[in-house]
């Protein structure tokens, strides 16, 4: 039985790992889809007012198109967390109704077991967490003590240097 947990641990840890590693990717590509866009529209032989209406339907469209794209990448992400594969739906509304299908399949545990099954996991992914932030804040800590003791030797150093280096005080006549 701890062997089964213990493998069921190192699974969810690779899981985590490779979802910290896709999120990231994400965060990239949606770092690069907001950069700023500059187009260069032809406006020679428009009045002002026909430019202006034109470069308001322009706007107007940057931010619906940016708009849908944060939508999509919050389906994808949440489709993501509850394991769904995104590559395998083809749009936008088959992405939502496999993540509706997949809370409200989750949402309801029908049997005792599957209940505690549900609850079991649940404990075992924010045990998961909290080892791993434990983890990350002893990998820190013993990084700052390093830091402190190599400090600590410098200001040895220099005492001793200071110590061994005689003050020449000027003489008051």
């Given at each position: 039985a701890k062997e089964a947990e213990e493998k069921a641990r190192?699974?969810?840890e690779e899981q985590a790992r490779l979802a910290e590693k896709a999120a990231k990717e994400?965060?990239?590509?949606?770092?690069?889809?907001?950069?700023?866009?500059?187009?260069?529209?032809?406006?020679?032989?428009?009045?002002?007012?026909?430019?202006?209406?034109?470069?308001?339907?322009?706007?107007g469209m940057r931010k619906k198109i940016k708009k849908e794209d944060t939508e999509t990448l919050k389906l994808q992400q949440e489709a993501k967390e509850l394991g769904i594969s995104t590559s395998e739906a083809s749009s936008l509304a088959e992405i939502e109704a496999m993540v509706k299908a997949k809370k409200a399949e989750k949402a309801k545990p029908k049997t005792e077991a599957e209940k505690l099954e549900a609850t079991r996991k649940e404990a075992l992914d924010k045990l998961d967490f909290y080892e791993r932030v434990v983890r990350s804040v002893a990998r820190e800590e013993a990084e700052v003590a390093g830091y402190y003791q190599i400090m600590d030797e410098d200001i040895k150093t220099t005492e001793a240097i200071e110590e061994a280096t005689p003050v020449v005080e000027p003489v008051q006549q």
């Open positions: 190192k699974e969810a994400q965060a990239q590509a949606v770092e690069v889809v907001e950069a700023p866009v500059e187009t260069v529209v032809a406006t020679e032989g428009l009045n002002p007012q026909d430019e202006k209406e034109a470069m308001e339907i322009l706007d």
